[in-house]
């Protein structure tokens, strides 16, 4: 069974006054069609690299999990960002489905207590680190990366080398010098494929096949999806459906979207769309120059836990909200909920029913107190918990995310706004090249001293 797209709730009825109406995509129907033609055209030019990604060949990602087996059960991912959160995603989604026994750690903050609880939990004689990024120059990932090879130096002499794999650019920067100078095994960041767009490249399948997800069915998944998403027509394509609807919505002034689990394993695959909906939707300039400060803010929340911390001001807060509820049909593991008081009202309800069950009455109790209120919803229905599913969904909203992007006439790959923070950090660390911004900086920072402005 495919993954399911639910978009009764983000239409007009009389419960959603404010939903879009048929007239209006059939109103957008021409800038759907260009949006599509555009996407054609740079999968041609070899921009959309993460479209040929579900023919992805994995032969030397097996090799490789193959042969660190013996030696090998606990990586650690030096990254961030689009080198990151895939990976965490992926692995907290499976781990408990599959009874992963190999371990896997994202060390993707410079926060020293983070490092010191990944350190002091991992054996490092039996730990791989795996470097990604794909400049090779990331200030957070290097930073981790000269700590993690001090350390290994120091335990290990010259076998430091077996605990270091690099993922980077196949032929430029930094990593891949030393790549070339230490011996390191390596994996490529290809050229055409954006960190966030890239969890089923080297930069996903590596940490994923290292640990036991089996990344071939990820890939098939994604394919499936592909073939769905390659329909011109709207109204059967669900990455180009859900992509204008939303769109539509911003255009309404609903500049926030929720995503929502409604199971554990599923959260961090929020994490992992925050990211690519806000870096890549959240610009300044079109693409003709013009300003035009778009974009749709996204926002993670958790079923049922957050029914009790965050659905009051979903449903009776403002009306600026678009929310996506991620709902599991079938559950692995499941637990029965005894009957231990039948002649008390209070509880007696529960009793034989199972806790999947009442996670799911909740979802639905959830949608609709939202759909009550006017409140815009959707649901993606996961039939399973597994890798083909995770693949369709990952396909899904890398398609529906460049898709908004055309509809918005913005360029869904850059993130110029990123850069400003990475060169300031740059030049308050003392990086040459730099002196000039940290002299401005030095100043601005004196002023608000000298303005009585830190209290």
């Known amino acids: 069974m495919a993954l399911k797209f639910d978009f009764t709730h983000l239409l007009y009825s009389e419960t959603i006054p404010n939903g879009i109406k048929p007239d209006e995509i059939e109103k957008n129907r021409a800038r759907a069609e260009d949006a599509h033609h555009k996407i054609i055209n740079d999968r041609k030019n070899d921009i959309l690299g993460f479209y040929e990604l579900p023919d ?18 606990c990586m650690v991912v030096l990254g961030i960002g689009g080198s990151a959160l895939g990976n965490r995603a992926l692995y907290t989604a499976l781990k408990t489905e599959k009874n992963l026994d190999r371990k896997l750690y994202i060390a993707d903050n410079v926060d020293p207590y983070m490092m ?4 002091d939990q991992v054996e490092l004689p039996r730990t791989l680190f795996n470097v990604i990024t794909k400049s ?23 076998d430091y080398k077996k605990h270091v794999v690099v993922t980077t650019d196949a032929e430029k920067g930094f990593l891949r010098q030393l ?32 640990v036991g997800i089996d990344i071939d069915k990820l890939l098939e998944g994604a394919k499936a999806m592909r073939t769905r998403c390659e329909n011109e027509d709207v109204m059967k394509n669900p990455a180009y459906l859900n992509a204008l609807l939303h769109v539509l919505y911003m255009e309404k002034g609903m500049n926030i979207s929720v995503m929502m689990p409604y199971s554990n394993p599923l959260y961090d695959m929020a994490d992992w769309y925050r990211q690519l909906w806000a870096e890549s939707l959240g610009k300044r300039y079109d693409v003709d120059g013009n300003e035009i400060f778009v974009g749709q803010t996204p926002v993670k929340a958790l079923g049922t836990t957050d029914q009790h911390s965050q659905v009051q001001l979903y449903v009776e807060g403002p009306c600026d909200k678009v929310t996506t509820f991620l709902g599991l049909e079938k559950f692995t593991w499941d637990y029965e909920i005894p009957a231990i008081y039948p002649e008390r009202d209070e509880v007696n309800y529960l009793g034989g029913q199972s806790l999947s069950t009442l996670l799911n009455v909740e979802r639905q109790a959830t949608e609709i107190a939202l759909t009550d209120a006017g409140r815009p919803n959707c649901t993606i229905l996961f039939p399973t918990l597994d890798e083909h599913h995770l693949g369709e969904f990952i396909f899904m909203y890398e398609v529906q995310t460049v898709f908004a992007g055309k509809l918005l006439n913005i360029d869904p790959l850059d993130q110029p706004g990123v850069e400003a923070g990475k060169i300031a950090t740059y030049a308050m660390m003392g990086k040459k090249g730099f002196d000039e911004r940290r002299k401005e900086i030095e100043r601005f920072m004196k002023s608000k001293i000298e303005k009585g402005r830190i209290l």
């Open 116 to 119: 010191k609880e990944i350190l």
């Open 136 to 158: 090779g120059t990331t200030a957070e990932t290097m930073s981790t990366y000269l700590i993690v090879l001090n350390m290994l130096r120091d335990v290990f002499g010259p």
């Open 56 to 73: 992805f060949d994995t032969k030397k990602i097996h090799a490789f999990a193959n042969d660190v087996r013996e030696d090998f059960d």
């Open 179 to 210: 790549i070339v100078k230490e011996g390191y095994r390596d994996f490529v960041v290809p050229g055409n494929v954006g960190g966030r767009f890239s969890v089923l490249t080297d930069v996903g399948l590596v940490s994923s096949a290292f």
